[in-house]
């Protein structure tokens, strides 16, 4: 037997295989994983040239994977002014305050990240900016994208007056004389939107890195990044792949424009060709099918309570399903975003036309959120071999469900929202991704609300629909195996098996001990893949 380079020692090795067995020890040799067992029989793996690591009763698992969200995106925000942190208009103003001032010299402040509770009626006003941004057009969108908070210079840069009319899908929002009054909504965003200044090359390259090492320190190796819709983020991908400063495996995936027509899968498939470079892959395509529930955007079987709205489908059924048999004819990864329990239905009968006119073969066809499902379509999941790409930290209470969910769509439906048991229960395969920067890409919180379906942020409150939740084995395997199911990633990487690949992570303590506390306030110390560190905890002293 050769001599391992690592061994990991002394503590829990959760593997997420198929029987989510649970060892004590683990080897890696060459940036494989060379052998999992028992502690007692661990020294036989090491050599003179062998480093060993004591676990002292710490966890190793494998890397997490995000199966969706936004990181190129989300890096370049985070080189902005960021307001994702700040939970009160007093603390918002307060870093626009601060940033704008630490960046005297960029002609226009952008930012996002501020949050609609934290504003009278949820919308922030041009005053507050022009008292501390005067001189210099401003432009911060909202946490959920949906609505953007402009100051007096930037209304006027782009000619919006009193007299300016509302454009289609968008609201200006005025105060009582009918001026403009900082708030503009969807569509109307762009009237500001179109104006600023393009992003970089070397801005997306720097918000990727950025990710990267954000990501890499929670305990991440692997990410989907669940839209790339312009050539220059993929030229970005590209550049720091080709310098060999991805250490990620990325995922990514191609917007599918409502607005273009078949046309445009030649420019997909171009794109795609030149996508993939070292841990860069383009497989995948997305459609956005419905839009949100808080908004009334969700498309749903049934109306929103008390009207005769059944929400927005981006699509018509016939033209969701061109789209979908389109792509998948071209070997396209198709994911799509589904909310409400009729884009779910829409999207499945449109994976089942694919099926039929393509034939069946391992597509892996994923849809992502699934807030409602109706309950004759749970077993289609399993059928069709789509998996379920939820986003666990959304199914707890919160002002969202409270507030802007259940009463507009009544107490039947609001007993079946995020139904991951249910899902499981039909048999169907999950994956988790977080939608960062919409919440936390954190896997460690993630895992304690698809375990307790509790915020971490609100331990005292009340769980929404118990009956959904999962147990952390279980939760542990999805965001790792799971979740590099559908990366198209779990031949060499999501579980811990010889073999594979050594990406993986080593947690604080044991978080399969009932007695370690919320698996939320656990913390990542370190964080390989094919064994080289990408983040190391400095206290470890790797
Ligand atoms: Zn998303």
Known sequence: ?????????????????????????????????AWVGPAAEAAAQVGPATRVLDLEGRTVVPGFQDAHCHPAEGGVESLRCTLNDCHTREACLEEIARYGAANPDLEWVVGSGWSIDSFERGTPRRADLDAILPDRPAYFENRDGHGAWVNGRALERAGVTWESPDPSGGRIERDASGEPQGTLHESAMNLVGDLLPPTTPAEWETGILRAQAEFHALGITAWQDARIDTREMLAAYRAVAERGQLTMRVEGNLLWERMWGDEQIEELTAMRADGSLGRLRIRGAKIFADGVLENFTGALLEPYVDTDNYGISMFERDELKRAVVLLDAHDFQVHLHTIGDRAVRDALDAIEAAEEANGRCDRRFHLA?????????????AEL???????????????YVDELTEPFIGPERSARMYPFGSLLRAGARLAFGSDWTVSTADPLPQLEVAVTRISPETREQEPLLPEEAIDLPTALATFTAGSAYVNFLEAETGTLEPSKLADLVVLDRDVLDPGAGPIGDARVLLTLIEGEAVYADPGLGW
């Open 1 to 33: 037997m050769t001599d391992a380079d690592l061994v990991l020692t002394g503590g829990t090795v959760f593997t997420a295989d198929t029987a989510l067995t649970v060892a004590e020890a683990l080897a890696v040799r060459e940036g494989r994983i």
């Open 369 to 381: 959120h699934l807030q409602l499902i109706h309950p004759d379509d749970l077993p289609r999941f």
């Open 385 to 399: 071999g789509v998996v379920a790409n939820v986003s666990p930290y959304w199914a707890c209470r919160s002002g």
